[in-house]
C-alpha cells in the first residue's frame, strides 16, 4: 500500500475531545479559491495491519458535511465533485482511532486516497475493544474464522439481522454444509445436519455449554426454539478441539448470545407478517385454554378410575379463523456502570405466528407386496394449521473484579409453544378402497429450556489463566391431552364414530454442571505458546411421563356402531377391565442419570512463523443409568451403560502468507445413543412398532479435514475444504422381529462401519455495493445396513412360497443430500442505508425416511427456496430503520418420493393421484406458502 | 381316580367303532393311566407367579394374580378342571400349557365370578356381559412350543393388561386377545372347544403349526376382531367350527408380518351365523371368510348363514390369489345386502370369483366375463388391481334354506340379522332334508387337511384330523364334525 503524496495529518481525537479550530485557515483557502473545477476523491478505508476494509467507516469534509461517503463492502469510497483547494476530511470507525486528513485538489485532477486506520490500542482490555459492536458484524465473523486453531464457520448477528429468517433453525441454512429438516405441520426448519451427518451426530451449545433438550428421547435440540435475534453469532465448528466436548461427529452449533455493550443501549423491533396460506384457506383453531394440562391419573391419583365426563371436548372443536398478523417483537437494553466494571444486557424476543401447510401423503403399509413393492394403506389430504408463540430471554452480568479477575452470570430461558390442528381426510387404498376417514387432531406441545451460568476468568500468574464455569440447566416439554376424533365413511354407510385417544406426555431433562480450564501461555520460540489442561462434570437427570386413555363409541340403539354428526354428540365409554385406569405402566415412561466426567490436556504452538499446531487428547467417561416403572419381569427394567473414550486430535494451520491458510485437522470423536434408545422397549409407532435397544453402542469417528482459505479483505472469503469420515457403529433404525413372529419393529442397531467424505466451498466477495455469498457441498455417505426383502422363492414360480428374507443394502446415511448450496446476493448502500439480500437455498435429494424393506426409502426431492429481505435507515439521527423479510417466494413444495419403477400407481391403474413420473412414486407433497414480514427496528 | 379320565380312550374307540361299524367286534376295555406332568398344582390357595404340572380332575383352581409357565415348564389340566381367573389377570405361557379336557369331562377357564348369559336374541352388546373383558387370556410368548386345548371353555376374555405384568410389547391399558399364539415352530391345537365373549380377536394366531377344529364360538369380539385371525407363517386347517355372531371375520389368513415361511389355511366345513355385524369401523372387513395379504389356503363346504360378507379373497393388499382355491360354499341371506355381499363388493372389496359350484351359483355373473377369474386375478405389478363390481344379489334372497334343526329361517321375530349372537337354545345341525347335504365335496384332490402340527407325543396329538365332509357346514349328517 502505497502512502500517495499527500500531506497526512492524523490527530488522535479520542484523546482532544475538542474540535480543532485551523478551520479558519482552510475556509479562507476555499472561499478564496474560485476555481470550478471539481475532481473525484476517492480510494479505500482499511485497517492499518489486517488490511482489511472497514464496512461503514465514514469520510466526511469537516467544512460541508455533505460531501462525504461510507466505505462500502470492498472498503472503497467514492467522493465527487471536490472542489480544488486544500480540505479536511474526517474519517472515523467505530473501534479505531479518528482521522483527520488534509487534501489539497489541485484543478480536476482524480485524488486516489487510501486511508489506513489504527485499532484503538488500550492495555486495559484490548478484547473489549476488538469485540465492541463489532462482535456481531460480517467482518468479525470471517477474522475468527481465519484465526480460529480449527475448523469452523461463523454466520454473524449483522447476516441474521439481514437475513430472511427469524429463528435460528432457517438462519442454520445459509452455513455451508447444513441442510435443515422442516416440521410438516408449518415448514419451518427445526433440526440442523451437518455435512450429511443426521442430528443425532451434532450437539448445540449456548455459549460454549452445552445445554439439554426437550425432546421426549433424544439428545438433539430442536433449533426451532431459538429466537434468532438474540443471538451474536452463531457457530458452526467441524472439527474439534480435545477443550470441547467430543461428542459431535457432524458438528457442534455454538450459539454466542449478545455481550453487554460499551455503553447504553437500547434496541427495540417489532413487526408485523402474514402467511400467504390463510388468504386462501382459514386457520383451524380449537381452544388452547380448555386443554387439560394434566391426565386424570396426574389429578386423582394412578388408582383413579376415569370417567368420559374427565376428558375436555373443546379441544376437538376446531373453528375456521382468519388469523391475526404474526407479531414479532424484541426489545434489548444493555450498559455498563460502576466505571463499566459492570456490564448488563437483557434482551427479550416474543414471535407469535400462524402457519400450516398443505400436505398430500399417500401412507405406506407395513409390509410391501410381493417383489418388495410399495403398498399404500390411505392416501390423505392434511391441512395443518399451526400456531407457535417463541419466547427468549436472554441476560447476562459480566463484572470486571480487575484487570486480571472477570466473573459473569448469564441466564437464558427460552419457549416454543405449539398449537397443532390437523385436519386429514385419508381415502383407503387397502381394506375397503375408497371408504372415507376423517380425522381431527390437536396437539399442544410445549417446550422450555433454561441456562444459567456463572463463569469466572482469571489470570491468576503472570501468563496462567484460569476459568470456570457453574452450569444449571433445564429443559420441560409437555404435551398435555393430545387427541384425534374420527369417523368413517364408505359410499354405503355414513361416517361412524371411531376410538379416541387421549394421551399426555411430558419430560424434564436437567443438567448440573461445572467445567474448569487451566492454561499457561509461555512464549516459545519466539512465539506465544499454550498448554491448556481441564475437565467438566456433568450430572444429567431426565424424568418422562407418559398416560394414554382409550375411548370407545357406545353403539346407537339398535346399532353397533354410532353415527357421527358432531363432536357435542359423541358419546363414549371404555370397554374392558382395567382400560378407565388409562395406561399407568407404560413403555414411554423412563428415568435417566447420566454423569459425564471428562479430562483434556492440550498443547499449542507456533513453529516457524508460520505453522500452528494444536494437539491433545480428550477422555470422556459416561456412566448412563435407566429405570423403568415396568414391572420385575419385563427384561430390561433398568439398565447402566459406562463406557471411556480416548479421544485425540491434532489441528495443523500452515499461513502461507498474511491472507491464506492451509489446514489440516484430525480429530476423533462419539456419538452417544439417544436416551430411550438404549431402553428396551416396544412401543407402537406410525407404520411399525419401535423397540429399544440395551445393547446399542455409541458411534465412535475418525474425522480428518482439510481446507485452503483466501481471506482477500475482510467479509471476503474463498475457502476450499475436503473432508472425510470414518464411522464405526453408525446408529440407524432396521427392521428386526423380535417382539413375535408377526410384529415386525423398527430397532436403533449399529451398522458395521459407514463412510462419509465431501467437498466444502465457499466464496463471498464484494464489488462496491454489491456483494455475494456462495457456498457449495458436496457430501457423499455410504452405509451398509441389513433390508427386508418380501417376494416369490422363485419369481418366476408362481405357485412358489412368499417369503421374507434379509440382505445387504449399501445407502447413503439418512439426511444425506449429495449437493448443498446457498447463494445470497447483496446490495448494500451505506450512503443511503438501505440493504437487500436475495437468499437461495438448494438442498440436493437425500434419504428422509429409511424404510426397512429393499428400495423403498422415501427420499425427498431437490428443493430451492427463495427468500428476500431487505433494511431501509429511515433515518440515522435517530436510527430507525425499517426491514422486511419474503419468505419462500416460490411457495416451493417438498416433495417426497419413493425412487422405484410406479407402473401401477399411474392415473389408469390404481389411480394414485399426484403421480408424474413413470420412474418415481410420489408420496409426500407439501406446500407451506409464502411468509411476508415487515417491521421496524429503533436502536439508541 | 377318576374314570372321566378314561374318556378320552372311549370317545377314539367309539370313533373308530363309527367309522368300522360294518362288522359286529369284540369289546376290550382298558383302563388308560390319567396323564400327569410334574408334581400336581395345589389348589389350596389362590396361583401366583411361576406355575407348573397337573392340574387334577374335578378340582378348581384359582388364578388370583397372574401366573406365568415358564420356558422347559409345562401346565396340563386333567379332565374336568376349572379354572377361575381374577379380574385383569393373565396366564401367560412361555412353556407348554394342555388342557385336556373330554367331552363328558370339559375343562373351564373363566372369570372367578359368575356371570349370567345373556342370549336372548338382540340383547344390546353395549350391556351384555359377554363383552365385560374380565380377564386377559392365555397370552403366549414366542417360547411357547405347544398350547393345546381340547374340551375346553373359555370365557369372557379380553380385558386391558395391568400395570405389574405386562407381556413383551405391551403397555398397561391395552386389550388383550382371548387367546395370543405366537410360534412359527410352535403348534397350536384346539379343539372341540368353546370361546364365548372378548373384546377382540379370539384367537390372535400371530405365527404357528395350528389344528383347530370343531369349535364353537360365540361372541367374539365387541366392535372388531376377528375369531380365528392367523398372520404370517401360520399353517394348518380351521374345520368344523360353528360361529355365531362374530364381530368380523370369523376364519381369517393373512400373510402380514413376512415370516420365512407364508401363510396357507385351509378354512372347510365350516358354518358361520350372522357373522360380521359388530364393526364400529366400516372400512369392510369381512363377515365370515377373509384371506388377505399374502396369504394362500383353501376354502371349501363351509356354510354361511345371514352374514354380512361371503368369503373375501383380499385385492389390496392383495391376497396370494394365484394360490387360493374355493368352492362349493353355501351361502343363504334373507336379506337383499347379504346376498348382494356373497362375493364382496364395496365397501368390503374383493376379488373373489364366483364358483359353479357355490349353493347358490350365481349363473349371470358366472357367464359375465367381468366377473372370470382371468379378468379379477390381472396382476399389475404383483397387485389385483380389479375389484368385484356390485350385482344384484336379489334373486336369492331366502333361497335355498338350509334348514338347521331348531333355528327359524327366514329369521322371524328377529329384528336384525346381527341380533343372533350366541348359540343360546338354537341348534345349527342339518334337518334331514336339508338342501346342504351332500353338496360338498370330499374330494382330496380339491381339499385336505394340511395336517400342520408336529405334536410326537401320542398322548397329546390332535384327537381326530376330520377330514373335508360332504355335507355344508360343521355338522356332519353321518355325526361327524362338530360334537357340540
Redesign the interface.
Known sequence: MNECNYSIKTTDMILSKTHPFKVSLFLLFLVLNTQIDAAILKGHILDSKTQEPLIGAIIIDKFNENINDEAKLDGTYFINKIKPGKHLFSIQYVGYIKQEKEVYVSGNKDVVLDILMEPRKNALAEVQIVGKLDKESSDYARSSEKKADNLLNIISAKSIQLSPDITVANVLQRISGVTVQKTANSGEGQYAIIRGMDKRYNYTLINGIKIPSPDDKNRYVPMDIFPAELISRIEIIKALTPDMEGDAIGGVMNLVMKDAPDKLLISVNGALGYNQLFFNRPFYQFNTQVVNQKSPAELYG?NYAAKPSDFTIGNLKFNPIQPFPNLNGGISIGDRFFNKKLGVILGVSNQNTYSGSDAFVAVP???P???T?P?FETMEIRTYSTQQNRLGIHNKFDFEINQFNKISLYNAYFELNKYISRHSVET????????V?TKDRSQTELERIYNSTLQGDHEILRNIFFDWSAVYSKAWANYPDEVELQS??????KP????ITHKWRHNTDQDIAGYLNLSWKPELFHHSAEIKIGGLFRHKTRNNYYN???L????D??S???LFTTIENARF?F?????N???????NDYNVTEDVGAFYGQFKIIILNKLNVLTGLRIENTDLAYST???E??LGKSGIQTYTDILPSIHFKYALNENQNLRLSYFSSITRPGFFEVIPY??SGETF?L?GNPYLKRSKAQNLDFRYELFPRASEQILAGFFYKSIKDPIEYGLV?E???????LKPQNFGTATNFGIELVFNKYFGNFGISANYTYTKSSITTYK?T?QRVNPND??S?????SVKVTRPMQGQADHIGNLSLLYKNQKIGFDVQLSVVYTGQYISQVSGWQGLDYWSMPNTTFDLSFEKMLSKKINLSIFGKARNLLNAASITRILKPN??YLPG??QLPQQDSPNSINVQKEQYGQNFLIGFRYSL | MKTKNFTVGILALMAGSIFTSCSKTDITKISIPPVVIGQAVSDASPLSGSINGTMLSGKTYTVGDNVTINAGDTLLLQPGVTLKVSRGKTIMVKGVFISLGTKTSPNYIGPDKTFTKTDAVGYPAAKDSAYIGYWTGIFCEPSCTLLELKWTHIEYTGGAFGSSFLPTGYNSGDNAFGIQFQNANGDFIMEDSWMYGCIDDAARITSGRIHIMRNTLEKCGYISGDGFNSKSGTVGDMAYNLFVGGATNSTKASNKGGVGSQTNVNMYNNTYISGGYRQSDPTGRGGSIGYEEGARGKAFNNLIVNCRVGVRIHNNPAADVANISYGYNYSYGDSVSVMNMVYPTGPTTSVTVPQPTDIPAYTSLLSNPNYQKAYLYTLVGNECPNIVTPYDGSAYVKIGNPMFVNFPLPMTGIKLLSDVSAVGSFNFRLQSGSPAIGKGTADASKIAPLNATRVTNPKFLPTEITSPGVDMGCYQSNGTGNQH
Request: no cysteine.
Open positions: 394412578a403399509r407395513a409390509q407386496n410381493p417383489g413393492l403398498g383407503s387404498l387397502s381394506t375397503g378402497v375408497g371408504n376417514i368413517n365413511s364408505t359410499i354405503i354407510d361412524t364414530l371411531q376410538s394414554e386413555y382409550k370407545d363409541p357406545i353403539p340403539p339398535n353397533n356402531t354410532q365409554a370397554t374392558g377391565y382395567n382400560s385406569l388409562g395406561s399407568p405402566v407404560n413403555q416403572p415396568m414391572p419381569s419385563f416396544e412401543i412398532d423397540k422381529r417382539k413375535g413372529p408377526t410384529e415386525m419393529q427386508k418380501y408362481l405357485t412360497d412368499i417369503t421374507t428374507d407402473d401401477y391403474n390404481l
